[in-house]
T-cell receptor, first 114, second 111 residues
Framework: NAGVTQTPKFRILKIGQSMTLQCAQD?????MYWYRQDPGMGLKLIYY???????DKGEVPNGYNVSRSTTEDFPLRLELAAPSQTSVYFC?????????????FGNGTRLTVT | GNSVTQMEGPVTLSEEAFLTINCTYT??????LFWYVQYPGEGLQLLLK?????DKGSNKGFEATYRKETTSFHLEKGSVQVSDSAVYFC??????????FGAGTRLFVKA
């Protein structure tokens, strides 16, 4: 029972490089989310999706893009990496909205941009 | 806007000590309140929740009561174990897709 799987676990990028953080869930959850966790701060919502083909911005979407072509996958794209994007990124999913269903998190991707 | 404030850590306790982690919130409407726990190297997982005033959420010996009059949701456990060492996050949701998280409180339990 894998739950939410994120890859890679760690990555170091140079300024201006691009990369895709992968996220997959096998629970048939409709809702998926990307959060970032900065030291001493709570998690901030970057983007979310309520189903395949539907995505929307969260609190801090600038510098990121997402797509949701299948129910299982929700990749997060960084086009021009900046030091401000150094963070730990968590993907999560819920069966229904987060008021009614607990968030299921992956183990995170630690990204450093230098 | 909506927000969650938690006591700063780290909190260091000896095994079998009593634990309290304070959490207060600001929200419009009637939020649901949550405690999530993050063990080393893992993602967050739901520990307990409460959906209305005076509800008590409980799980694994942890408890928290939704206090509307003091806008608080303090986490308590009567006797902590080394395995409880983790980061604890208080959170709220008022019905949208955005769950608001506190900054987290790191707990160390010494044997």
């Amino acid at each position: 029972n894998a739950g939410v799987t994120q890859t890679p676990k760690f990555r170091i990028l140079k300024i201006g490089q691009s990369m895709t953080l992968q996220c997959a869930q096998d629970m048939n959850h409709n809702y998926m989310y990307w959060y970032r966790q900065d030291p001493g701060m709570g998690l901030k919502l970057i983007y979310y999706s309520v189903g395949a083909g539907i995505t929307d911005k969260g609190e801090v979407p600038n510098g990121y893009n997402v797509s949701r072509s299948t129910t299982e996958d929700f990749p997060l794209r960084l086009e021009l990496a900046a030091p401000s994007q150094t963070s730990v990124y968590f993907c999560a999913s819920t069966l229904r909205g987060p008021l009614d269903s607990p968030l299921h998190f992956g183990n995170g991707t630690r990204l450093t941009v230098t | 806007g909506n927000s969650v404030t938690q006591m700063e850590g780290p909190v260091t306790l000896s095994e079998e000590a009593f634990l309290t982690i304070n959490c207060t919130y600001t929200a419009t409407g009637y939020p649901s309140l949550f405690w999530y726990v993050q063990y080393p190297g893992e993602g967050l997982q739901l520990l307990l929740k409460a959906t209305k005033a005076d509800d008590k959420g409980s799980n694994k010996g942890f408890e928290a009561t939704y206090r509307k009059e003091t806008t608080s949701f303090h986490l308590e456990k009567g006797s902590v174990q080394v395995s409880d060492s983790a980061v604890y996050f208080c959170a709220l949701n008022t019905g949208g897709f955005k769950t608001i998280f506190g900054a987290g409180t790191r707990l160390f339990v010494k044997a």
